[in-house]
């Protein structure tokens, strides 16, 4: 009932930077939160920025804080993540997710997300 279609990923050297994009489908729900999970080959998913209901909210990960900008566009119903500045160690599949139950919206811990986008590749070269 809720889809994510994520894109933007690409390959770039490190300093370069990208623009991920991630129109969510069919949620009716007024309240909410949407965020960028990137997981590397042969590790953990993390949470790399998360943006609450009407973007007055946000939450980066200290790796990527300074760095990278996440935002909505209401009129669009799309996320994005700027990513500025990019390193090696960003190189990750990028999912987006979508999920509305307060034990997700107001933990940052919280990763299982009830609605999750296929996923961007970023890969950032030396």
């Known amino acids: 009932q809720v889809q994510l279609l994520e894109s933007g990923g690409g390959s770039v050297q490190a300093g370069g930077l990208l623009r991920l994009s991630c129109p969510v489908f069919?949620?009716?729900?007024?309240?909410?939160?949407m965020g960028w999970f990137p997981q590397a080959p042969g590790k953990e998913r993390e949470g790399a920025a998360i943006?609450?209901?009407?973007?007055?909210?946000?939450y980066y990960a200290d790796s990527v804080k300074g760095r990278f900008t996440i935002s909505q566009d209401n009129a669009k119903n799309t996320l994005y993540l700027q990513m500025n500045s990019l390193k090696p160690e960003d190189t990750a599949q990028y999912y987006c997710?979508?999920?509305?139950?307060?034990?997700?919206?107001?933990?940052?811990?919280?990763?299982?997300?009830?609605?999750w986008g296929q996923g961007t590749q970023v890969t950032v070269s030396s």
């Open positions: 943006i609450y209901t009407g973007g007055g909210s946000t």
């Open positions: 069919g949620y009716p729900y007024i309240t909410y939160c």
């Open positions: 997710a979508f999920d509305y139950r307060p034990r997700a919206c107001s933990d940052p811990g919280v990763y299982d997300y009830t609605y």
